[in-house]
Protein backbone atom coordinates (compact mmCIF):
# COMPACT_ATOMS: atom_id res chain seq x y z
CA UNK A 1 0.00 0.00 0.00
CA UNK A 2 1.02 3.30 -0.68
CA UNK A 3 0.08 7.23 0.10
CA UNK A 4 0.57 10.27 -0.81
CA UNK A 5 3.17 12.44 1.60
CA UNK A 6 3.97 16.23 0.92
CA UNK A 7 3.84 15.79 -3.10
CA UNK A 8 5.21 12.51 -3.39
CA UNK A 9 4.26 8.32 -2.58
CA UNK A 10 6.21 7.32 0.32
CA UNK A 11 5.20 3.13 1.25
CA UNK A 12 3.42 2.61 4.66
CA UNK A 13 5.98 0.05 5.46
CA UNK A 14 8.97 2.93 4.70
CA UNK A 15 6.76 5.09 7.21
CA UNK A 16 6.87 3.18 9.74
CA UNK A 17 10.43 2.24 9.33
CA UNK A 18 11.26 5.84 9.59
CA UNK A 19 9.11 6.41 12.39
CA UNK A 20 10.89 3.33 14.27
CA UNK A 21 13.95 4.64 13.75
CA UNK A 22 12.82 7.83 14.99
CA UNK A 23 11.68 6.29 18.31
CA UNK A 24 15.04 4.29 18.79
CA UNK A 25 17.24 7.81 18.04
CA UNK A 26 14.99 9.24 21.17
CA UNK A 27 15.58 6.22 23.22
CA UNK A 28 19.53 6.83 22.66
CA UNK A 29 19.45 10.32 23.17
CA UNK A 30 17.59 9.52 26.58
CA UNK A 31 19.95 6.73 27.86
CA UNK A 32 22.83 9.15 26.78
CA UNK A 33 21.78 11.93 29.05
CA UNK A 34 21.60 9.76 31.63
CA UNK A 35 24.78 7.86 31.37
CA UNK A 36 27.45 8.45 33.64
CA UNK A 37 25.42 9.57 36.59
CA UNK A 38 25.47 7.73 39.66
CA UNK A 39 23.25 4.42 39.90
CA UNK A 40 21.84 6.63 43.58
CA UNK A 41 20.85 9.35 41.57
CA UNK A 42 19.13 7.60 38.89
CA UNK A 43 17.05 5.81 41.36
CA UNK A 44 16.15 8.69 43.97
CA UNK A 45 13.34 10.55 43.43
CA UNK A 46 13.04 14.62 44.28
CA UNK A 47 10.56 14.29 46.23
CA UNK A 48 7.27 12.08 47.47
CA UNK A 49 4.95 11.59 45.04
CA UNK A 50 7.39 12.09 42.36
CA UNK A 51 9.18 8.99 40.22
CA UNK A 52 12.87 8.73 39.63
CA UNK A 53 15.18 8.70 36.89
CA UNK A 54 14.26 4.76 37.15
CA UNK A 55 10.73 4.73 37.79
CA UNK A 56 10.40 6.98 34.42
CA UNK A 57 12.85 4.25 32.58
CA UNK A 58 10.22 1.72 33.89
CA UNK A 59 6.90 3.73 33.02
CA UNK A 60 8.57 3.83 29.34
CA UNK A 61 8.80 0.07 29.23
CA UNK A 62 5.44 -0.90 30.80
CA UNK A 63 4.08 1.55 28.14
CA UNK A 64 6.25 -0.48 24.92
CA UNK A 65 4.99 -3.50 26.44
CA UNK A 66 1.29 -2.43 26.61
CA UNK A 67 1.25 -1.25 23.72
CA UNK A 68 3.03 -4.63 22.28
CA UNK A 69 0.43 -6.64 23.81
CA UNK A 70 -2.46 -4.97 22.43
CA UNK A 71 -1.17 -4.93 18.60
CA UNK A 72 -0.21 -8.46 19.23
CA UNK A 73 -3.78 -9.02 20.16
CA UNK A 74 -5.44 -7.12 17.82
CA UNK A 75 -3.87 -8.70 14.80
CA UNK A 76 -4.67 -12.25 16.59
CA UNK A 77 -7.96 -11.15 16.43
CA UNK A 78 -8.35 -9.65 13.19
CA UNK A 79 -11.06 -7.58 12.31
CA UNK A 80 -9.01 -4.25 12.50
CA UNK A 81 -10.17 -1.22 10.62
CA UNK A 82 -8.14 0.62 7.77
CA UNK A 83 -7.48 4.26 10.07
CA UNK A 84 -9.76 6.62 8.89
CA UNK A 85 -9.40 11.07 8.97
CA UNK A 86 -10.54 10.36 12.42
CA UNK A 87 -7.22 8.79 13.29
CA UNK A 88 -5.52 11.63 11.92
CA UNK A 89 -7.20 14.32 13.90
CA UNK A 90 -7.17 12.17 17.31
CA UNK A 91 -2.88 11.65 16.56
CA UNK A 92 -3.36 15.59 16.22
CA UNK A 93 -4.49 16.32 19.12
CA UNK A 94 -2.45 14.14 20.84
CA UNK A 95 0.17 15.88 19.56
CA UNK A 96 -0.91 19.23 20.59
CA UNK A 97 -1.39 17.99 24.14
CA UNK A 98 1.94 16.49 24.40
CA UNK A 99 3.69 19.65 23.70
CA UNK A 100 1.39 21.91 26.02
CA UNK A 101 3.05 22.84 29.32
CA UNK A 102 0.13 20.51 31.06
CA UNK A 103 0.49 17.99 33.20
CA UNK A 104 -0.82 14.92 32.46
CA UNK A 105 -1.61 12.06 34.88
CA UNK A 106 -0.29 8.70 34.20
CA UNK A 107 -3.34 6.04 32.79
CA UNK A 108 -4.24 2.87 35.17
CA UNK A 109 -1.58 0.57 35.09
CA UNK A 110 1.24 3.16 34.36
CA UNK A 111 1.47 5.78 36.87
CA UNK A 112 1.80 3.80 40.71
CA UNK A 113 5.26 2.33 40.05
CA UNK A 114 7.39 0.42 42.89
CA UNK A 115 10.17 1.94 43.57
CA UNK A 116 13.29 0.49 41.21
CA UNK A 117 16.79 0.35 40.50
CA UNK A 118 18.40 1.97 37.48
CA UNK A 119 19.70 -1.05 35.78
CA UNK A 120 16.81 -3.22 36.19
CA UNK A 121 14.73 -0.24 34.74
CA UNK A 122 16.85 0.51 32.05
CA UNK A 123 17.06 -3.34 31.14
CA UNK A 124 13.26 -3.80 30.82
CA UNK A 125 12.90 -0.77 28.60
CA UNK A 126 16.09 -1.64 26.42
CA UNK A 127 13.85 -5.97 26.14
CA UNK A 128 10.92 -3.82 25.66
CA UNK A 129 11.73 -1.74 22.99
CA UNK A 130 13.47 -4.84 20.85
CA UNK A 131 10.59 -6.83 21.15
CA UNK A 132 8.04 -3.89 19.76
CA UNK A 133 10.33 -3.45 16.98
CA UNK A 134 10.35 -6.95 16.54
CA UNK A 135 6.87 -7.35 16.63
CA UNK A 136 6.27 -3.93 14.16
CA UNK A 137 8.62 -5.36 11.48
CA UNK A 138 6.90 -8.72 11.34
CA UNK A 139 3.87 -6.97 10.52
CA UNK A 140 2.95 -7.03 6.12
CA UNK A 141 2.78 -3.76 4.60
CA UNK A 142 -0.95 -4.22 3.88
CA UNK A 143 -1.46 -3.79 8.10
CA UNK A 144 0.70 -0.99 8.70
CA UNK A 145 -2.26 1.37 7.83
CA UNK A 146 -5.16 -0.46 10.31
CA UNK A 147 -5.66 1.14 13.75
CA UNK A 148 -3.57 -1.79 15.29
CA UNK A 149 -2.64 0.68 17.79
CA UNK A 150 -4.47 2.29 20.90
CA UNK A 151 -3.61 5.17 22.99
CA UNK A 152 -4.78 5.41 26.37
CA UNK A 153 -6.16 9.04 25.96
CA UNK A 154 -6.68 9.41 21.94
CA UNK A 155 -7.58 6.05 21.20
CA UNK A 156 -7.19 3.87 17.98
CA UNK A 157 -4.09 5.09 15.73
CA UNK A 158 -2.59 3.29 12.37
CA UNK A 159 0.69 1.80 13.62
CA UNK A 160 2.77 4.90 12.10
CA UNK A 161 0.96 7.39 14.15
CA UNK A 162 1.64 5.08 17.41
CA UNK A 163 5.21 4.96 17.09
CA UNK A 164 4.97 8.51 16.53
CA UNK A 165 2.99 9.18 19.51
CA UNK A 166 5.60 6.92 21.47
CA UNK A 167 8.27 8.77 20.03
CA UNK A 168 6.53 12.02 21.82
CA UNK A 169 5.93 9.93 24.72
CA UNK A 170 9.52 9.51 25.32
CA UNK A 171 10.40 13.06 24.67
CA UNK A 172 8.21 14.25 27.06
CA UNK A 173 9.47 11.98 29.49
CA UNK A 174 13.13 13.31 28.18
CA UNK A 175 12.06 16.64 29.83
CA UNK A 176 10.98 14.96 32.96
CA UNK A 177 14.58 13.56 33.48
CA UNK A 178 16.46 16.41 32.82
CA UNK A 179 14.33 18.46 35.79
CA UNK A 180 14.53 14.97 37.58
CA UNK A 181 18.03 15.41 37.71
CA UNK A 182 18.23 19.16 38.29
CA UNK A 183 16.36 18.46 41.22
CA UNK A 184 18.40 15.77 42.87
CA UNK A 185 21.57 17.27 42.12
CA UNK A 186 20.19 20.26 43.98
CA UNK A 187 19.59 18.37 46.93
CA UNK A 188 22.62 16.87 47.12
CA UNK A 189 24.47 20.42 46.90
CA UNK A 190 25.93 21.06 50.13
Known sequence: MTVRDQGGIVSCGARLLGALDALERKRKALAALVDGRSLDQLARAPGPDEWS????FLHLAIAEEMAAAYIARKRGFGGARRATVLSALRFRALRLAFVL??????????GELPRIGFEAAHDRWERAGRALQELLLSVPEREV???LFKHPAAG???LVQGVRSMTIHVDRHTKQVKRILQQV???ASP
Open 53 to 56: VAQV
Open 101 to 110: PIKFKAPKGL
Open 145 to 147: GLE
Open 156 to 158: KLD
Open 185 to 187: QRQ
